[in-house]
């Protein structure tokens, strides 16, 4: 029996539970009120969320993968693009687009078009360095160090900090193939 | 199959078609050769102690992937032997048969191994290893209690396969 084919991310959106949209964006935004009311810091709470989004990230690609039947992506192109398409319309909804790619093909730019978590929000002037999304920077990245990609996630643009759009920068840092777990003297 | 989230698992399982157990053994690896499960039904014959039949297992199926990618005839570019190989990468052998049975496998581009041996008379096991990594999303990554790297020890999880694998022809 050859093997099925992918799904569209439209495809399995439609197919899975969801949650009610305000139910997500109030609670994530009980967290990171939470955060700043324990840590204190805002680059703290950054880290954290970062942290908190990497371990959402490990688990989330074997959802991924279970759910849209893709197989290795040939190179990162191709990888951002799943990323975007595929990944992001399945589980907040939403499309983005990879733009700016550099000329190595290492490092693009994902642009949001909507964002879920951020309705209804605004930065207070003692919030400001705080990157609200800081999630989904940790799921990219804990997703794709589980697929062998050592990748740095940044906030390049953020509507909340009066940008005009949302943008991450996904950059590979390295490709990490698989070893030989044992030592050959065990 | 009703689940806890009541979502639709994709593929749907296959039609059951025989009764009783037909299958032997399963073993769920991670990338790192750790052994997240493993589940007995049949095996008469013992011959090494755990730890060594994992890593035996495991080290059979590192070299075979291996060896299956340098011998792929249609590949134009292929690795060295014994050069480390980004999971997934290569083509992928997913089953082989002896006399007295047949091992499947199958792996995930995330580095999670299934491998299941079943009686020499089974079909092609590929959907079925699909399926049971899809219950392995539901009661296994989505599990708070779990920790990713781990010996699986979630008792729904052990229900489910148990369940799923009483139905392969």
Redesign the interface.
């Known amino acids: ?1 050859p ?2 084919a992918p ?1 569209s991310g439209e495809a399995i959106f439609a ?3 969801r949650v009610n949209a305000e139910l997500f964006t109030l609670t994530y935004g009980a967290i990171v009120r939470q955060l700043l009311t324990d840590l204190e810091e805002v680059d703290e709470v950054n880290k954290q969320l970062d942290q908190m989004g990497y371990n959402i990230g ?6 991924f ?3 849209s ?5 040939v190179d990162f192109k191709e990888t951002a693009e799943m990323i975007a398409k595929v990944g992001f319309k399945m589980f907040l909804g939403v499309t983005a687009s990879v733009m700016n790619w550099d000329a190595d093909g290492t490092c693009c730019s994902i642009l949001l078009e909507d964002n879920p978590l951020v309705d209804f929000v605004e930065l207070p002037d003692t919030c400001q360095g705080l990157y609200y999304c800081n999630i989904l920077s940790g799921v990219i990245r804990g997703a794709l160090e ?3 990609m050592k990748t740095e996630v940044t906030w390049i643009r953020d509507m909340l900090r009066g940008d005009d759009a949302y943008e991450l920068q996904v950059k590979l840092l390295k ?1 990490v ?6 030592k050959d003297d ?1 | 199959m009703q689940f806890f ?4 698992i ?2 749907s399982p296959p039609v059951p078609t025989a009764t009783g157990n037909n299958a032997h053994m399963m073993y769920i690896f991670n ?3 750790v052994c997240l499960l493993y589940r007995e039904w049949n095996r008469p014959l013992h011959t090494l102690n755990p730890q060594q039949d994992h ?1 035996l297992m ?2 059979l199926l ?1 070299s075979l992937k291996s060896l299956t990618a340098k011998m792929d005839p249609t590949n134009a570019e292929k690795g060295n032997l014994g ?7 290569g083509c992928s052998f997913h089953s082989f048969r002896t006399n007295t049975y047949k091992l499947s496998f199958m792996e ?5 191994k299934f491998i299941l041996i079943t009686n020499p008379r089974t079909g ?1 096991l ?2 079925t290893l ?1 399926y049971i ?2 219950l ?2 539901e009661y296994v ?2 599990n708070a209690l779990y920790t ?1 790297g781990t010996l699986i020890k979630c008792e729904l999880f052990n229900t489910a396969l148990d369940q799923y694998v009483r139905s392969i022809a």
């Open positions: 029996m093997p099925a799904r197919s899975v539970e490990i688990r989330l690609i074997d959802e993968l279970a759910k039947n893709v197989s290795r992506c589980m697929v062998a490709q193939p698989e070893e030989y777990p044992y065990e | 989230g009541g979502s639709e994709s593929p990338r790192n050769g890593k495991f080290g590192f050069i480390p190989q980004l999971p997934g990468q995930t581009p995330s580095g999670i092609d590929r959907e699909k990594y899809n392995y999303v990554a989505k990713p």
